[in-house]
Each structure stands twice: as structure tokens, then as C-alpha cells.
């Protein structure tokens, strides 16, 4: 079974447990979640941290970030009243208050109790510019999949036989009062092989769902297909999207009912911005006469690119050093939020009459800073949260053009970071790549090799790790002795298109070297060893530490393994699995299985090896990652012998939770856990 080049998973005993429902993989999941709930519970130390968490995460005293719809600024709150939580409102000179005065908007908690639902909070999407109009998106027991009903935002009440959506993995945005783009479940054949809608309609108020007028369809192997619509007074447009896996896409401009391709290159992200189009690149371009790189971001007259003209102008270019993190844009601006070695600064741009003006804002060169705007269509404000690793997080009001800023809100500090450090270090990859990691640290802690440490990577997708403020982390792990490690490797987007790339598809084991060196590097640190070193990852990196579980099994003493992927041989078959064979390759092409075959840790683990202990975390109602691959793995390790705990959550979907009672659950497990395994003896 652990040979990869046999596709073992079509005689795999354990198929039985990618049943979610059924009885017996159900009591399956009872059993084990009793065995390791008695274990880890009973430990002196849960309940009081257990409490510990449940007390932070329902702080009346952490930021309530807010968007902005019309005149008022909108909250989605959680607290110990509040557990399914409330969407709320404020005025903007309210909101600058140290206690503002709220008004409810939707009580999840009252409307589930009603409707007899088990409602998660699932976002919402509001009528610009007014803001008069919502679409409410309620989730049941936190999966991806949803409902969406129109809430009138002047009565505060959902509207009497206004647009509703059954049930799906679906996507509905405001074309205006009395339309919608609505990409959903429209039966038979109307979602992708990935579990996504491949046809967009355009819905009228009025008529029934089945009569929409057909906007586009995608082929059944893309991704998924959406729309929407850009109400930017004067400059409106409405555009469709054929998304082909996640890093191919097609464009279209929606035109008097015809599609006008938007030609920009199949691997870019185009979007408009006023009368510019604004485009980011993953791979060299060609055009207009030059090479524009990899990474870059270009902006030119939209009208004059639909016409063939490409006179870009640039924006942004990478360094080695650099790539840029996020885009926004106030009503005269753009804000570039850039990585520089892994820290955040800003770069503010402005279109004059002399072309674009480029300058620097003046914030912290330290940690993380993310960047929103108040209001795109009438305002230069913008909210900056200000974040790192020993610092509770700020939010100001900023605005385009000045570095003066308000603070609007600060988060208390939830665990004495005085005595700690933060390092920054760079470990050297088996192919010579040097990759970059945080250390977060006592300041007098002894280079011994016994200090217990956690080793959290995720490596996949374009997603950067950066310095962030948890009071979960500092309370459960760092005030109890422990050191804390956050590895940048490849497949992250810290330095870009190429450092993702670099682990992509066959040359996904980078990540997993990458992951190793830095664990490699701490050990020759004596920051610890591997009898207290420890490893987390969840979804892509729980693929992550379960595969370097396989690989590297003497180097570490414990694995947290989170909502997971661990058979590779049939992940595109399960749930919104399809949708990623663009990141690791299409285990049904022999010559892909063989280098996936090589890592994917369901075939990789063995009974004739010595494993660290390892938990697995999953939810029932995920439906991204299926839990079957936590449940397999899990039943598998413990019929060869080795030692695992289990833990499946009811509900939660991809978070693994819905609430605070059970997010505290979840990380006292988790944290405990981790203090028997690596603590000193």
C-alpha cells in the first residue's frame, strides 16, 4: 500500500469513511472523538485553558472591524450573549467613540431559534452606492455552501418575496435594485466537476429563478464561472469571468448583452479601476514592444486597451526581495500593500496629468499592515490595521495624500509580551534556496536544545504568512513556555508568483524541504530538539506536515494536522478537490501520480516506522476539504499500530468551527496536546 506507483485507493478498505453521514463512519468518529476528548480533557491544565480562550475570544474589548454601506458602518459581532453572533450598525462619529452605541441589524442567534437552523454567519453583499439593499448569505452548521435572502437595510427586516437563493456553493451580486448576476445550483450538469456554478444568469425581480436569461456557461472541468457588475459613477461595467483552475482565467466585458473578451494574458488578474484597467502578472508578458515581468503590476486607459493599445504604465516591479501583497482603492488613489523580506510597508499611487505620482507612506516598518478603504466611489479614507507578533492590533482612519492618521480602535494586549522577542532567520533549503522564518521567543530563553517549540508552515496557493497578534497563541503556547515558529516557504506568495511556483505541481517537495530545513535550523540553533519540537498545519498545510510526518518522522515529537488533504491519490474526487489539480497535478495522469504519488502521505505511511504522536482535526460539515481524508489517515496510522488522536467537530466547515465555545474547544485540545508532547521533562 505504500507503494506510490499503485494506485491503491480503488481497493482501499477505509472508502467507507468518505461517507459523512452514514452510521457507521459517524460511530466511527464518536468513538475516537470520546478516546482523545477523555484523554486530553482530563489533563489539569484544560479547563483552565479552555477558559483562558473562551474569555478571549469573546472580549467585548477586541476591534469590531467595519465596512461601510451608505451612511453607516456595519460590524459582525460574536461575543458570550452572542454566540451564533449579531450584525450591527454605527455611524461613522459613533463608531470613534471608545464605546459606541450600536443598532442590531440581524440577530443570528434570534433567527436560528426561530427558524429551528443551525445559521453560520456567511457574509453579505450590499447594493452600492447607497447601500439601501443587501444579500444576506447564512450558512448551515459553517460549510461553503449557503443560502442567500435580501434584507432591506431601512426596515431591517428580510423582503417579503424578495430574491432568495436555495442552498448551494453559489455567488449573487447586485447589477442594480431590481437585478442580480446569480451563478448557482440550477440543476442537473450546472455545476463544475469542482462543485461550483458554471452558469451565470442574469435574474430579474419578479420572475422565477428557472426563467433567468442565460449570461455565460463554463465548460463542466473549469473551476467556475461568476459575474459582476462595477458601479463606479461614470465608469460602470459589467464583466464575466470564466475561471479555469485557480490561476487561469478568462475575462470577458459584458457589452449590450455580448461578451467582448478582455484581452489580458490567461494566467492574469485584470480588474478596472475608474477608466483604468489595472493588471497583475504571474508570468512575463510580452507586449506593447517589452517584457513586462513576472510579478509586476501594469494600469492603462481601459478604453485604449479594449481598442489594442498597450502603452501600460508600471505600477509595481518585484525585487528579489519584494512582491506586492494588496491593492486598494479610494476614490483618487490606489494603495499598494508591499512585502519587503516578509514586512509590510505601503506605496501610495495617484493618476495626475504628468502621469502617475508614487509616493511612500510613512507607517511602521515592522509586523503587518493591512490597508481597506472607507468608501471607493466618494472618499480618500482608508482603515490601516497595524499587527505583529507581540503587539495588539491598532486600527486608524488614514487618508490618501497625508500620513496623518486617527486611532479608531486598539485591541488590549491578552498576554504580557514584555518578556519576549521576535527574530527573524533564514535556513538553507537542500536545493540552496534560502527561505526566511520568524521566531517568537523569551528573551532570556537558554540555547539548549529543551525548549518545546511549534512549527506552523502552509506553503500552497499564493498565500503569505506574515506576523500577526493571536492571544490564543501567546496564551496557550508562548506564556506556558513555549517557543513559537512561522516558516515562509515556497509555495507561499511572500516573494511573489515565483516563490509559489516553485513549488508547484512536480515540484511541490520543495515546499516540504523548505518546511524541513527550517525545522533542521532551529534544531542546530539549539532553540530546541527534536524531543520538543512540534508541527501545525492546516487544509494545504496539513497536507504539509503530513507529509513531512512521512519523510522526516525523527525530527519531531508531535503533529497537529487540521482540516487536512492527505490522500492525494483521490482528493480530486472528493468535494471541491477538482478544483486544485492547477496546484498539485492530476492524480489520474500516470506521470503526475508518480511524483504525487511520492509524497502524498496515506501512501507514504508505514508500519515499520516510529511516527511522532499526531492530532488530527477535521469538521463533519466541511465540505472543502472532505473529512474523510482526516478519518482515513487517522484509521489507518492506528491499524498499523502507531498512536493518533482524533477529533471531528459536528460542524464548523472549513474553519472546524462555529463559534467561540467551540473555537476554545478546539485550540485547549490542540494546546494541550501539545504541552504533554513537548514539554521538558
Known amino acids: 500500500m505504500s507503494d506510490p506507483a499503485i ?5 482501499d478498505p477505509y472508502l467507507w469513511l468518505e461517507e459523512v453521514s452514514s452510521t457507521r463512519a459517524l460511530d466511527w468518529v464518536g468513538a475516537r472523538n470520546t478516546h482523545s476528548e477523555q484523554e486530553l480533557a482530563r489533563d489539569p491544565r484544560y479547563a483552565a485553558l479552555r ?3 473562551k474569555t478571549i475570544l469573546d472580549s467585548k474589548e477586541r476591534i469590531p472591524y467595519v465596512g461601510r454601506h451608505g451612511d453607516f458602518y456595519y460590524n459582525f459581532w460574536r461575543d458570550a450573549e452572542h454566540e451564533r453572533g449579531i450584525w450591527r450598525r454605527t455611524t461613522p462619529d459613533e463608531y470613534a467613540k471608545s464605546t459606541p452605541q450600536w443598532e442590531t441589524v440581524l440577530d443570528l442567534d434570534a433567527l436560528a431559534r426561530d427558524e429551528d437552523e443551525n445559521w453560520v454567519w456567511a457574509g453579505v453583499s450590499t447594493l452600492k452606492p447607497r447601500g439601501e439593499r443587501c444579500l444576506v448569505s447564512l450558512s448551515r452548521g459553517g460549510g461553503d455552501a449557503h443560502v442567500v435572502r435580501e434584507f432591506d437595510l431601512s426596515t ?8 432568495v437563493l436555495p442552498e448551494a456553493k453559489a455567488s449573487a451580486g447586485w447589477i442594480d435594485r431590481e437585478t442580480l448576476f446569480v451563478a448557482t445550483d440550477f440543476g442537473e450538469g450546472s455545476m463544475t466537476e469542482s462543485g461550483y456554478p458554471r452558469i451565470v444568469k442574469e435574474w430579474r425581480r419578479g420572475t422565477p429563478l428557472e426563467q433567468a436569461t442565460l449570461v455565460y456557461a463554463a465548460q463542466p472541468d473549469d473551476l ?3 459575474a459582476w457588475h462595477d458601479p463606479t459613477p461614470g465608469f460602470e461595467h459589467q464583466f464575466v469571468r470564466r475561471q479555469v483552475d485557480f490561476y487561469t482565467s478568462e475575462l470577458f466585458l459584458r457589452e449590450a448583452g455580448a461578451l467582448v473578451p478582455v484581452p489580458k494574458p490567461f494566467d492574469a488578474d485584470a480588474f478596472t479601476v475608474r477608466d483604468q484597467v489595472v493588471i497583475e502578472l504571474r508570468s512575463d508578458w510580452d507586449a506593447g514592444g517589452r517584457t513586462w515581468p513576472q510579478g509586476a503590476l501594469l494600469a492603462m486607459d481601459f478604453t485604449r486597451f479594449m481598442a489594442g493599445e498597450r502603452d501600460f504604465d508600471l505600477l509595481f516591479a518585484p525585487s528579489p526581495t519584494t512582491s506586492m501583497d494588496g491593492l486598494t482603492a479610494t476614490r483618487d488613489a490606489l494603495l499598494l500593500t508591499v512585502l519587503d523580506n516578509v514586512k509590510s510597508r505601503i506605496v501610495e499611487l495617484r493618476l ?3 502621469g502617475w505620482q508614487r509616493r511612500d507612506v510613512a507607517a511602521p516598518s515592522m509586523g503587518s499592515l493591512d490597508v481597506s478603504s472607507v468608501d471607493e466611489f466618494a472618499s480618500d479614507d482608508y482603515f490601516l490595521t497595524v499587527t505583529d507578533f507581540l503587539t495588539p492590533s491598532s486600527l486608524y ?7 496623518t492618521r486617527t486611532l479608531l480602535k486598539s485591541m488590549p494586549a491578552f498576554f504580557d509580551a514584555d518578556p519576549y522577542t521576535v527574530d527573524q532567520f533564514t535556513a538553507r533549503s537542500q536545493d540552496g534556496t534560502e527561505v526566511p522564518y520568524f521566531v517568537v521567543r523569551r528573551r532570556d530563553t537558554v540555547f539548549d536544545g529543551a525548549n518545546p517549540a511549534l512549527l506552523y508552515g502552509y506553503g500552497g496557493f499564493e498565500v503569505s504568512l506574515a506576523p500577526f497578534y493571536s492571544g490564543v497563541t501567546g496564551s496557550a503556547w508562548l506564556e506556558q513556555g513555549g517557543v513559537y515558529v512561522l516558516a515562509n516557504i515556497r509555495g507561499g506568495g511572500e516573494f511573489g508568483p515565483r516563490w509559489h511556483q516553485a513549488a508547484l505541481k512536480e515540484r511541490r517537495q520543495h515546499a516540504f524541504d523548505d518546511f524541513i530545513a527550517v525545522a533542521e535550523d532551529i534544531v542546530a540553533r539549539k532553540l530546541t530538539g527534536p524531543r520538543h519540537l512540534g508541527i501545525m498545519g492546516g487544509s494545504n498545510g496539513g497536507l504539509l506536515v503530513g507529509a513531512v510526518l512521512t ?6 515529537n508531535a503533529v497537529v494536522c487540521q482540516v487536512p488533504l492527505l490522500d492525494m491519490r483521490r482528493y480530486h474526487q472528493l468535494l471541491a478537490g477538482a478544483s486544485w489539480v492547477g496546484e498539485y497535478g492530476d492524480p489520474d495522469d500516470p506521470a503526475q501520480w508518480a511524483f504525487i504519488g511520492k509524497y502524498s502521505p496515506y501512501h ?9 504522536r499526531v492530532l488530527f482535526t477535521t469538521s463533519t460539515r466541511d465540505d472543502r476539504v472532505h473529512p474523510g481524508h482526516a478519518r482515513k489517515m487517522a484509521a489507518l496510522m492506528q491499524e498499523q499500530g502507531h498512536d493518533v488522536l482524533y477529533w471531528e467537530n459536528t460542524e464548523g466547515g472549513h474553519a472546524g468551527a462555529a463559534n467561540n465555545e467551540q473555537t476554545a474547544t478546539m485550540w485547549a485540545l490542540t494546546y494541550v496536546f501539545l504541552l504533554r508532547q513537548l514539554g521538558r521533562a
Open 51 to 53: 477558559t483562558r480562550l
Open 604 to 612: 507514504n505511511v508505514s508500519a515499520h516506522k516510529r511516527y511522532p
Open 397 to 403: 482612519l488614514g487618508r490618501a495624500g497625508s500620513d
Open 156 to 163: 431591517l427586516r428580510f423582503v417579503d418575496d424578495g430574491f
Open 352 to 354: 495626475t496629468a504628468d
Open 7 to 11: 494506485p491503491s485507493s480503488p481497493h
Open 224 to 226: 467556475s464561472a461568476s
Open 551 to 556: 519523510q522526516r518522522p525523527d525530527l519531531f
